[in-house]
């Protein structure tokens, strides 16, 4: 059996698994989506947002990418957080970011790959603004570690900083931003202690006036 059809194999055996264990659980699905969380992640194939917060699908909205980014002129990333604020009305935006993201060891290399040196640019600049706190740590591991949680709370106030959540905001709409880290070594998520209720945490040019 070929890889992919081992998949559908298994995507068959799972469905039917899961309407015997769970009756309805498919209409239900079906119906409507109404999550209250959106989680802004990393690309990683070991970082499934369900699973390890132990939720069930349709729980989450999701966008990931390498690295989780949050950039306000990337269309892909303001068209979910527009979506998930706006119309799915989510009450919470997590952006969460893992230790060991290679994406961010790559960043914090001299080493070339291609056109995804240009992706990672943004969290070279975030280690430009901290290289002071780089300075005492001669641990790789330890500057990887401290370099996702920069990463994490720097994607965080991007997402603060969207007219889309200072819209929200102003408007009144009950709307959290948090940044977490996940350990691929325990399972355990780290809250980073970044979360915004409102538009106060912001720098005043990123508190617009409506």
């Known amino acids: 059996m070929s890889d992919v059809k081992k998949l559908l194999e298994q995507n068959r055996q799972w ?7 769970q009756p309805g659980f498919f209409d239900e699905l079906s119906e409507q989506q109404t999550p209250k969380y959106l989680w802004i992640g990393c690309s990683d194939s070991r970082v499934p947002s369900t699973q390890i917060t132990g939720m069930m699908p349709g729980e989450i909205f999701v966008h990931r990418n390498i ?9 892909s990333c303001m068209s979910v957080l527009q979506y998930a604020v706006e ?7 997590i952006v969460c970011g893992h230790y060991g993201c290679g994406g961010v060891n790559a960043a914090l290399s001299n080493q070339q790959f291609g056109l995804i040196d240009n992706w990672l640019a943004k969290i070279k600049d975030v280690y430009i603004q901290n290289e002071t706190k780089f300075t005492p ?8 570690d401290l370099m996702c949680e920069l990463n994490v ?10 007219t889309i959540v200072q819209n929200a905001w102003s408007n009144g709409q009950k709307l959290s931003v948090h940044g977490w880290c996940y350990s691929l070594k ?14 106060s945490k912001n720098h005043n040019v990123y508190q617009y006036q409506n």
């Open 87 to 93: 119309v799915l009305k989510v009450e919470h935006v």
């Open 186 to 199: 325990n399972g355990h998520i780290k809250d980073l202690d970044v979360t915004h209720d409102d538009e």
């Open 153 to 162: 709370m720097a994607q965080v106030q991007n997402v603060c900083n969207s």
């Open 137 to 144: 740590i001669n641990d790789e591991q330890e500057r990887s």
């Open 15 to 21: 469905a039917a698994e899961t309407a015997e264990q």
């Open 67 to 75: 690295a989780n980014q949050f950039s306000t002129t990337d269309l």
